[in-house]
């Protein structure tokens, strides 16, 4: 069968999630507002005995709207962490290309030497999977498959923190009923999650923090906008982590 009558008889047979897709893609397609900053995705918080971090996952949940990494949700963890622990902070960001879960694997096999002497790994993923309606069995497995990677090449003592999808109920670029469906299965991919880490040692789920759940957020908003939500989230993760 083509892709195509696939596509088709699927549109068919679960109408609201192919609703929920079409106005995703269209959604990216007009997304001329969004940009992303060119400068390296790294940087160092100077101090003694610096902590490495790597955070893995979505430019979309780790660098979207502003234009330099320095404003980044990376490294606003690294300054909350540096001003906690009174040590340095060295951070780099390793994005998935197509923003998905299932690529995080194979991110890591390509990055073994950065994640073999880290002592933190940051994943902030799923925004794009549950608007594509991912189903929840592949995400789970996708998690598993992406813990049991690291576990691989991240040292004994390394931690792992995963960060929860945000509610999508406030995705104001979204249609009202397109929000509600897509925070609804952000919320069953969540608790996928915290399924999957219970059973990992060195391994915590992180939710997204209630103070940035309280409007309608609007990723057309102003550079600040986006400043003002990865410092108040890094500030969350570091107190998490």
């Known amino acids: 069968m083509s892709r195509t009558k696939s596509l088709r008889r699927a549109a068919f047979r679960f109408p609201s999630r192919s609703a929920r897709v079409v106005e995703f893609v269209f959604r990216r397609l007009d997304a001329t507002g969004d940009f992303y900053p060119h400068d390296a995705m790294e940087g160092t918080v100077p101090g003694p005995d610096p ?6 996952g979505e430019r979309g949940e780790l660098s979207l709207g502003v234009r330099t990494h320095e404003l980044s949700l990376p490294a606003f963890f690294a300054r909350h962490r540096a001003a906690r622990t009174a040590r340095g902070v060295s951070w780099k960001m390793l994005p998935a290309p197509s923003a998905s879960v299932r690529e995080l694997p194979s991110v890591i096999a390509a990055h073994r030497e950065d994640l073999g002497r880290c002592d933190l790994v940051v994943v902030l993923v799923g925004i794009t999977d549950a608007l594509r309606v991912l189903p929840t069995r592949v995400w789970e497995q996708r998690v598993r498959d992406t813990i049991a990677a690291l576990r691989e090449v991240v040292p004994v003592d390394a931690e792992v923190v995963i960060g929860e999808i945000p509610p999508l109920d406030n995705a104001g670029s979204l249609s009202r009923p397109a929000r ?8 069953r991919l969540n608790a996928r999650t915290r399924l999957v880490v219970e059973a990992c040692p060195r391994v915590r789920a992180v939710g997204f923090p209630d103070e940035l759940t309280r409007s309608v957020w609007r990723p057309e908003s102003d550079e600040h906008r986006y400043r003002d939500t990865y410092k108040v989230w890094g500030g969350h993760l570091d107190a998490d982590s």
Do not use: K, T, Y
């Not at 509600?180 to 919320?187: P, T, Y």
């Open 51 to 56: 902590d490495r971090v790597v955070f893995m």
């Open 180 to 187: 509600l469906a897509a925070g609804v299965h952000g919320r």
